[in-house]
């Protein structure tokens, strides 16, 4: 694949799926979750535990977010639809990973 070919096939998929906002105002409210989480008097366990769960709610969030906004992450026709579903997918284990650090 050259680099037009694959620039024209970013493009595309960029716009249809509105640069990943779904992904990103779900993201931003998981943060703000966590950021209330960590204010509230519990201990850092509880918190973390907390934390743990509110990061559950990142891939449904994103899913409603995506039927609002009426983006379309999902291009079978594009060949580098699998490589952003799997950038997205591993975002699901990055809060819980750093989280497990923090309880090292």
């Known amino acids: 694949m050259n680099k037009e070919t694959f620039d024209k096939l970013r493009i ?11 992904f990103l105002l779900a993201a931003s ?11 509230l008097g519990y201990n850092a366990y509880s918190k973390s535990v907390l934390t ?8 449904p969030m994103a899913l409603v977010f995506a039927r609002i906004l009426k983006t379309s992450w ?14 997205n997918l591993a ?14």
């Open 52 to 59: 743990f769960m509110a990061t559950g709610l990142m891939m």
């Open 74 to 87: 999902k291009n079978e026709n594009n060949p580098l639809h699998s490589l952003g579903l799997w950038l």
């Open 29 to 39: 409210l998981i943060w703000l979750i966590v950021a209330i989480i960590w204010t």
């Open 91 to 104: 975002q699901l284990f990055y809060f819980p990973l750093l989280e497990g650090l923090k309880l090292l």
């Open 12 to 22: 595309e998929q960029s716009i249809k799926s509105k640069n990943g906002i779904d």
